[in-house]
């Protein structure tokens, strides 16, 4: 059910750190209002693309389109503005600060301001409304107030998803939303990202390959920084080359 309309665009995108190319040439298009994930064995230059994206890393060559803009050469926090945002990692969550309290700062963040906690409280409630929408979202509205370092581990990943929610992004970058949860948090974070798709598109990084089956309605596959196959999870994970890379390694 392709509709040819992309929200990402990557054209020929490539990194080279010294003479090596850790991502070379990849095309990657994600059409609005899916779950697209990016998969590949160990080394593949997943990490490394998502960067790009996010442009956290500056690549090399190519270029990338947002909404049809160019966004090859534009800031992070621009690209965040625009409504591409990617998911923060548990090491940018304040543990000593509330649940509310850390999706606050990010919402400050994205907006310029300075981290000024000396701010009245009435210049921070500004905030609060989206910083709750957030977290209701993901079901940590209980939680508001515990301090996030409290949260149990699965609930920090929510955190995460709760702040780059309360950004209001039109895409969100997943960074393996999965890695180290046991399965009862797989499923609630599976249903939770399924819900955020609703009306939002996203591209995820995912070593799970059930939980990549389950949400993903394409994939594109890389190794040794390359485009292997891209399709269905039925198309590729048939795909001989795919098979083997993966065995290969
Ligand atoms: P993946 O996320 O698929 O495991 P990465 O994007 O992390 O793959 O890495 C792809 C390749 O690029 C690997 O061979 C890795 O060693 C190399 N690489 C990644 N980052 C750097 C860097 N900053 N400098 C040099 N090589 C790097």
Request: aromatic share 6%; hydrophobic share 45%; proline share 4%.
């Amino acid at each position: 059910s392709a509709t040819g309309d992309f929200i990402l665009k990557a054209e020929r995108l490539t990194k080279r750190f010294g003479g090596f190319a850790a991502v070379s040439n990849v095309d990657l298009a994600v059409e609005r209002g899916t779950i697209h994930a990016l998969i590949g064995p160990n080394g593949a230059g997943k990490t490394t693309c998502f960067n790009l994206l996010t442009k956290f890393l500056q690549p090399s060559d190519g270029a990338i389109f947002f909404n049809g803009r160019d966004i090859t050469r534009m800031p992070p926090a621009d690209i965040a503005r625009l409504g591409l945002v990617r998911s923060f990692q548990i090491s940018a969550v304040f543990p000593r600060l509330s649940a509310l309290e850390n999706v606050r700062i990010a919402l400050q963040r994205q907006r310029g301001d300075s981290f000024d906690f000396w701010r009245s409280e009435k210049a921070l409630n500004r905030f609060d409304g989206k910083a709750m929408a957030g977290l209701d979202e993901v079901g940590l509205a209980e939680f508001a107030a515990t301090p996030a370092g409290e949260l149990s581990y699965g609930r920090k990943r929510a955190l995460e998803i709760a702040t780059t929610l309360a950004l209001d992004p039109e895409m969100l970058l997943l960074d393996e939303p999965m890695a180290g949860m046991a399965q009862e948090d797989v499923s609630r974070i599976s249903a939770l990202i399924a819900r955020i798709a609703e009306n939002r598109t996203i591209l995820m990084v995912e070593h799970n390959l059930s939980v990549v089956a389950d949400l993903s309605d394409r994939i594109t596959v890389l190794a040794r920084g390359q485009v292997l196959a891209e399709g269905s999870y039925e198309v590729v994970s048939r795909d001989p080359r795919v098979v083997e890379a993966y065995i290969g390694v």
